[in-house]
């Protein structure tokens, strides 16, 4: 079982930049796959960027080069560090964690954490 908690959400102006963490609760060796998700009202769930065990990344198309994850495995810890930001990005986001087992994969998801972006 993986616990994740989020943090770093809050007020931010248009063209400004904010950092979300996501901390783990498990050695993130453990874990195979780590992801940023936003929710917006009336919109689905969105993938925003991903990283793999092995090392790849990949970003939604509406990122633009603004945004950037990265992971701390010393501290169990991944990022989304986010620049330019625009007010459609406001949302909450979401951690998760994928881990692959033998038969299913295991997914895991933190709380939430609500980041608006004012113009």
């Known amino acids: 079982q993986v616990h994740l908690a989020e943090s770093g959400g809050g007020l931010v102006q248009a063209g400004g930049s904010a950092t979300l963490s996501c901390v783990s609760s498990?050695?993130?060796?453990?874990?195979?796959?780590l992801k940023w998700y936003r929710q917006s009202p009336g919109l689905e769930r969105a993938l925003v960027a991903a990283?793999?065990?092995?090392?790849?990344?990949k970003y939604a198309d509406f990122v633009e080069g603004r945004f950037t994850i990265s992971r701390d495995n010393a501290k169990n810890t991944f990022y989304l560090h986010m620049n330019s930001l625009k007010p459609e990005d406001t949302a909450v986001y979401l951690c998760?964690?994928?881990?692959?087992?033998?038969?299913?994969?295991?997914?895991?998801w933190g709380q939430g954490t609500q980041l608006t972006v004012s113009s």
């Open positions: 990283t793999t065990r092995a090392g790849t990344i």
């Open positions: 998760n964690a994928v881990v692959i087992g033998r038969n299913t994969d295991y997914d895991y």
């Open positions: 498990e050695n993130m060796f453990e874990i195979d796959d």
